[in-house]
């Protein structure tokens, strides 16, 4: 089974602060995306990578960078936390770029902004 | 732009059958997928589909004309545990997976 993990299922920071969410995939796959889940909106995508220290912006990126030193680890950093930074985070991964490949969804960071 | 419709809530009944449209307007055409997402959780894969016509997978069925720009996921003999969001996304030209806002099914005894 591939297995996406994420640092923190909950997660609470103030405006201003740096904050970090990292994301893990145990099967070796080359593509992995971060996305926001808001009420009533679809989910957006922010960053996504097709390969180690490769990036490509997604819809959203603004407010928000990201890491892919190794293959399995794909971080999404907030360089300083708003509180309309306050969503769900979820990473996926996939194993390639073929029409029918799923994505696999971690558990999903809950973000609180105060 | 890019937009995906569906219905935002249904409502059915336990051992009933039901049906969440999903209509999308999109730059391309590469496939689209249903995913199933229970309240507090990851969404998880249901169906795929690139070509017209239905696809059966046990309770679950999906169906797709590209030519009306229109997807359906078909749940028979419903039970409670099917009560989660239903999410439908296409993959663009570009490959790129657009995600309409998921419909909430709520399932009554």
């Known amino acids: 089974d591939v297995k996406v993990t994420q640092s923190s299922r909950y997660l609470v920071k103030r405006t201003g602060e740096k904050v970090f969410l990292e994301c893990v995939q145990d099967?070796?796959?080359?593509?992995m995306f971060w996305y926001r889940q808001d009420p009533g909106l679809g989910l957006r995508l922010i960053y996504f990578?097709?390969?180690?220290?490769?990036?490509e912006k997604g819809d959203i990126p603004e407010g928000y960078s990201v890491s892919r030193e190794k293959k399995e680890r794909f971080s999404l950093i907030l360089e300083s936390a708003s509180t309309n930074q306050t969503s769900m985070y979820l990473c996926?991964?996939?194993?390639?770029?073929?029409?029918?490949?799923?994505?696999?969804f971690g558990p999903g960071t809950r973000l609180t902004v105060t | 732009g890019q937009n995906i419709d569906q219905p935002t809530e249904m409502t059915a009944t336990e051992g009933a059958i039901v049906q969440i449209n999903c209509t999308y307007q999109?730059?391309?055409?590469?496939?689209l997928f249903w995913y199933q997402q229970h309240a507090g959780e990851a969404p998880t894969f249901l169906s795929y589909?690139?070509l017209d016509g239905l696809e059966e997978k046990g309770r679950f069925s999906s169906f797709l004309s590209r030519s009306k720009g229109y997807s359906y996921l078909l749940l028979k003999e419903l039970q409670m545990k099917d009560s989660a969001s239903y999410l439908c996304?296409?993959?663009?030209?570009?490959?790129?997976?657009?995600w309409g806002a998921g419909t909430k099914l709520i399932i009554k005894p």
């Open positions: 099967m070796d796959h080359e593509n």
């Open positions: 999109t730059s391309g055409f590469n496939g």
């Open positions: 996926a991964s996939t194993p390639g770029q073929g029409d029918s490949y799923e994505q696999y």
């Open positions: 990578s097709y390969d180690v220290k490769m990036k």
């Open positions: 589909n690139v």
């Open positions: 996304a296409v993959k663009d030209s570009n490959y790129q997976l657009i």
